[in-house]
């Protein structure tokens, strides 16, 4: 049980275009949803956490108008990045809560070129 | 506010060898403490965790104890595989931080050779 899936896994797209990340728990509802960053070789850093049905709370330093966060339902979240850059290119992880411990997905590799 | 250091890897070992991870911890409450493991390529699998002092995690023969004496959460397994090779966060947990956020240690990168 506490399945998060991510999509997509790989993404690749030119600079300026917006790239959507999806993240759903399969088997359980997530009110707290949350999206973490990821440089190489380093550890996770959050960037905001949301609620379901409404805004999300970001963490300092994080662009809210450049990472859009939308949790909609108590099982999907998605995370837009709006005009990518080559600087945005990283590793981003999603995971949810149901009142227990996080469950991650698998994550999400963007390049962007 | 809340931070986790854990011991820099990488950590090479040979099979069957003792692995030690320390983790230790500050917070202004009294926290959850976790220990999350990343295979390449992958999200982060919770490995074990602990809710209260003195509280044992433990799960594929890995074990962890909760110190609130010496703030510490140090990871223990005493014959390890190559299958044991991933990257391993230690984190906490403030139940009164909002959103019961979780703060990470810079994780510790294992390798273990045949």
């Known amino acids: 049980g506490a399945v998060v899936s991510q999509h997509p896994s790989w993404v690749i797209c030119k600079s300026g275009t917006s790239v959507k990340i999806e993240c759903r728990s399969l088997?359980?509802?997530?009110?707290?949803m949350f999206w973490y960053r990821q440089f190489p070789k380093q550890s996770l850093m959050l960037m905001a956490t949301s609620n379901e049905g409404s805004k999300a709370t970001y963490e300092q330093g994080v662009e809210k108008d450049k990472f859009l966060i939308n949790h909609a339902s108590l099982t999907l979240s998605t995370l837009t990045v709006t005009s990518a850059h080559p600087e945005d290119s990283s590793f981003y992880i999603c995971?949810?809560?149901?009142?227990?411990?996080?469950?991650f997905g698998d994550g999400t590799r963007l390049s962007i070129l | 506010g809340d931070s986790v250091t854990q011991m820099e890897g990488p950590v090479t070992l040979s099979e069957e060898a003792f692995l030690t991870i320390n983790c230790t911890y500050t917070?202004?409450?009294?926290?959850?403490l976790f220990w999350y493991v990343q295979y390449p390529g992958e999200g982060l699998q919770l490995l074990l965790k602990?809710?209260?002092?003195?509280d044992k995690g433990s799960n594929k023969g890995f074990e962890a104890t909760y110190r609130k004496e010496t703030t510490s959460f140090h990871l223990e397994k005493g014959s390890v595989q190559v299958s044991d090779s991933a990257v391993y966060f230690c984190a906490l947990s403030d139940a009164k931080a909002a959103g019961n956020k979780l703060t990470f240690g810079g994780g510790t990168r294992v390798l273990v050779k045949p």
């Open positions: 995971s949810a809560r149901g009142g227990g411990p996080q469950h």
């Open positions: 602990a809710t209260k002092a003195d």
């Open positions: 088997d359980f509802q997530a009110t707290t």
């Open positions: 917070a202004t409450g009294y926290p959850s």
